[in-house]
């Protein structure tokens, strides 16, 4: 079974501090995603990585950074939380992403952030 | 704009009933759909996956249904149990977009509550 984890189910932290958000998945997947979701908003692709050290933005990159140095693990970086970043983030990793890819995207349990 | 609507919002049903959600899209060119299963305070898992070419897949009492010329897509619960509670994510690949990562367009989901 694929198994992503993330380091913290619930988080809370104060506004202007540096947060890091880590996912590690045991199945050897090329792909990393980082998804934040808020209600009626649906899941939102914040950063995707296709490669130890390669990333590409996603829909809503700003205020956020990612670092992928080894192929399990990605992170999520927020410079300087803002009160407006308080949400549920979700990690995935899949094996590929390709023309008419079916590939399963396998999904971590959540970090529910609360920045104050 | 790729979108994707799901309906209802929300759905109450009794124990042993069947029910049936919607999906909606317009994501083009069309590479596949997916229904994900989210319960609460967990990471989406995934259902069923339906390219092009299929029009019904079955995954235990979900049934999924896709009707590529109108772009709809349904979920059917059978005899549902206290277990099925939770959300339900249609979610549309495109076969390209500029970002790759950008591929897969998150519906906002149903959320599904089973009583008693």
């Known amino acids: 079974d694929v198994k992503v984890t993330q380091s913290s189910r619930y988080l809370v932290k104060r506004t202007g501090e540096k947060v890091f958000l880590e996912c590690v998945q045991d199945?050897?997947?090329?792909?990393m995603f980082w998804y934040r979701q808020d209600p009626g908003l649906g899941l939102r692709l914040i950063y995707f990585?296709?490669?130890?050290?390669?990333?590409e933005k996603g829909d809503i990159p700003e205020g956020y950074s990612v670092s992928r140095e080894k192929k399990e693990r990605f992170s999520l970086i927020l410079e300087s939380a803002s009160t407006n970043q308080t949400s549920m983030y979700l990690c995935?990793?899949?094996?590929?992403?390709?023309?008419?890819?079916?590939?399963?995207?396998?999904f971590g349990p959540g970090t529910r952030l609360t920045v104050t | 704009k790729n979108q994707v609507e799901q309906s209802p919002q929300s759905l109450i049903i009794l124990e042993g009933k069947n029910c049936t959600l919607q999906?909606?899209?317009?994501?083009?060119?069309?590479?596949?759909l997916r229904w994900y299963k989210q319960d609460t305070g967990r990471g989406p898992v995934s259902l069923t996956i339906?390219?092009?070419?299929?029009n019904t897949k079955s995954n235990g009492r979900y049934t999924a249904t896709l009707d590529a010329d109108t772009k709809q897509s349904s979920l059917h619960i059978t005899a549902s149990q206290l277990s099925d509670s939770a959300s339900y994510i249609c979610?549309?690949?495109?076969?390209?977009?500029?970002?790759?990562?950008?591929?897969?367009?998150f519906g906002g989901g149903t959320r599904l509550m089973v009583k008693p």
């Open positions: 995935a990793s899949s094996l590929g992403v390709t023309f008419l890819s079916t590939y399963e995207q396998y």
């Open positions: 199945m050897d997947h090329e792909n």
């Open positions: 990585s296709y490669d130890v050290k390669m990333k």
């Open positions: 999906c909606n899209y317009t994501v083009s060119p069309f590479s596949n």
């Open positions: 339906m390219t092009f070419s299929e």
């Open positions: 979610v549309v690949s495109a076969s390209w977009r500029k970002n790759a990562g950008n591929m897969l367009t």
